[in-house]
Nanobody, 119 residues
Framework: QVQLVESGGGLVQPGGSLRLSCAASGSIFSTNTVGWYRQAPGKQREPVATITRGGTPTYADSVKGRFTISRDNAKNTMYLQMNSLKPEDTAVYYC?????????????WGQGTQVTVSS
């Protein structure tokens, strides 16, 4: 069974920084594309950033130049460095990963971590 465990959320002032981490554990053969999504109150979950196994990132226009996604394949861990945070970045952030196990490839979600940007 695969689990994704997130950490690093919290309360930060506008202009501040946070770093989210997401570690995958279980009977993992390989991890393919991974990404971060967020859901603000009353809104749908939206993609923030994704990164392929080879390291090619994509970003939502709203976070380009402020957020950086990265991964450590050896540790089955992904990261989201968030700089110049704005109040509109406030949301629950979820990690997502396409993981190959002996049963095949499937998408998995973390439990979510709250990020609040407020003065």
């Amino acid at each position: 069974q695969v689990q994704l465990v997130e950490s690093g959320g919290g309360l930060v002032q506008p202009g501040g920084s946070l770093r989210l981490s997401c570690a995958a554990s279980g009977s993992i053969f390989s991890t393919n594309t991974v990404g971060w999504y967020r859901q603000a109150p009353g809104k749908q979950r939206e993609p923030v950033a994704t990164i392929t196994r080879g390291g090619t990132p994509t970003y939502a226009d709203s976070v380009k130049g402020r957020f950086t996604i990265s991964r450590d394949n050896a540790k089955n861990t992904m990261y989201l460095q968030m700089n110049s945070l704005k109040p509109e970045d406030t949301a629950v952030y979820y990690c997502n990963a396409y993981i190959q196990t002996k049963e095949g490839i499937a998408g998995y979600w973390g439990q979510g971590t709250q990020v609040t940007v407020s003065s």
